[in-house]
């Protein structure tokens, strides 16, 4: 396949997510300027400005037409996705690092950094339909864990709100009480950092991926471990494929990949494995930095990864890649 | 020679220039539309500076970069207007390209094999390259080309001499590696050598033959040493030690004879032998009492 390089960031990436019809592609960066791109031929659509510190995160509506966004100058932000126009800012006393809509986009839960005095702390905040009706104020305020929280979710039909971070155990919460349900099992967990969740398309398992150079596969509704992914490298993102029953993961550090090569494209990959096999079944070199992001198009032929180096590759699937046989 | 106005198709080129009310009128611009691999052929007729009909191809590939059927939403989206820093972009700003490789899924490959290698170098080597038809040797009937051991039609009459090879099918890919430009070193008890008639009595004998030749020039390679040692007899290996960094010669290296008394020879000839302005060491590459 020929990848679609975009390279409208000027530092690493941080995250990407498709919309629910999976025409756009919103790219988040640390150069404080969210970017959103026509996801079949890369052709940037716009930007959105007003951030004043890395963005994080975003999510967007299943409409497409409000996007939500997290940032390291301690605010979240709603936009018009279409004008590129702020909507509300959600004021936080420390850097927010996951956003995301609920089902019916009209909750979001965003996880916030410890900060000084503050702990890091999971944030549900009402979205009203009209932005001029927005406030301020919380929903539920979870605190607990400790270290960052890197991703919090919804869990199916926004009962539960399953948060990964430093402390590498995975927790589900009640989305109404913020009681704490279930924990992940340490023996079997991971070991290290969480860096990334995934849920699947339909949410009945999610995927977890760490500094460990592990990804594990758990059900959502018991949190048992169903499968584990091994690498290499560091995991920074994982995706699930909503077509097929793959999973890519990615990620990498810098100093492992130093070798003379005559390849101009760079040596990272995203790596893709057999879900239920556990096999890996191959991998997509191109970025010249660790994969810090990925994301599969709803329709699962086509994904993207962005990396360290800044640079966004859209990949549209070659026809063999729905042939693969282990 | 009349010319029939009314069926222009009968018109001959060469019967034109008496007709000169025709002589405006260009054939129409022709689209041969893009067939299975996407080219597109456009013929258009035009006069050039000097008067002349001159007939212009443009042959264009047209390539489907993906096939989105886009929901009404989507395809409502498509003709927003572009906000925040792409408004002044137009549609050929580069900050969208299209890869220039191909990159691939690259299915994971067993420890040991090296499919990048596996191109035909020449000199010499393309032999290496034929598939590895030519490695192909069965150690029951010591037939070389034809079939592996486990296919041996000969199979009961004699039992295999040693199993000292691994795998046949490391030793068949791995022998294309040092085959691409002596990139990876593999250890002769690794490639396929051509010889085996006496199992690994031959190999191990050829590095027992193993000359050790410095003071070599920056810029000697493989080529020169071959062809240097080459008249002293059968040369199975050459090899020079690079420097990876700079690709100059670090000034030492290896050739390998078939026989022992060449390599003597060889030696003897050669130790002192002045060669491009230095004077080459030659010896034995390890130490020997003979």
Redesign the interface.
Known sequence: ????????HERPLTFLKYNR????LFSCAKDH?P?V?????????????GHNGAVWTCDVSR??MRLITGSADQTVKLWNV???TQLYTFNFGSPARSVEFAIGDKLAVITTDPFMELTSAIHVKRIAGDSTEQTEESVLVIKGPQGRINRAVWGPLNRTIISAGEDAVIRIWDSETGKLLKESDKESGHKKTITSLTKAADGSHFLSGSLDKSAKLWDTRTLTLIKTYSTERPVNAVAMSPLLDHVVLGGGQDASAVT?TD???GKF?AK?YEKILQE???????HFGPINALAFNPDG??FSSGGEDGYV?L????PD?FN?KI | MAIDKNEPSKLRWGELEEDDDLDFLLPPKEVIGPDENGIKKVIEYRFNDEGNKVKITTTTRVRK??K?R??K??LE??N?D??????R?D?G?R??????????????RAPGTKPEEAKASGDGLAQLSKGGAVLMVCRTCGKKGDHWTSKCPYKDLAAPVESFVDKPAAAETSAAAPGAGKGAYVPPSMRANAERTTGSDMRRRNDENSVRVTNLSEDTREADLHELFRSFGAVTRVYVAMD?KTGTSRGFGFVNFVNREDAQRAINKLNGYGYDNLILRVEWATPRTN
Not at chain 2, 82 to 87: E, N
Request: no cysteine; hydrophobic share 35%; glycine share 10%.
């Open positions: 396949m020929r990848p679609i390089l975009m390279k409208g019809d999976g025409d756009l300027t970017t791109w026509f996801a079949d031929n890369g052709e940037r659509l716009g930007t959105y400005r409409d497409s279409q004008k590129g003379t390849h101009r494209a990959e893709f890996e079944i191959g991998g997509v070199k191109g032929k086509s590759r990949h549209h699937f070659d890649y693969i | 970069l993906a989105a886009l929901s939403r989507a989206r498509r927003w572009k906000f925040g820093d792409a408004v972009e549609v700003s900050l969208t390209m299209v890869s220039t490789e191909e990159i691939l899924l690259e299915r994971p990876q």
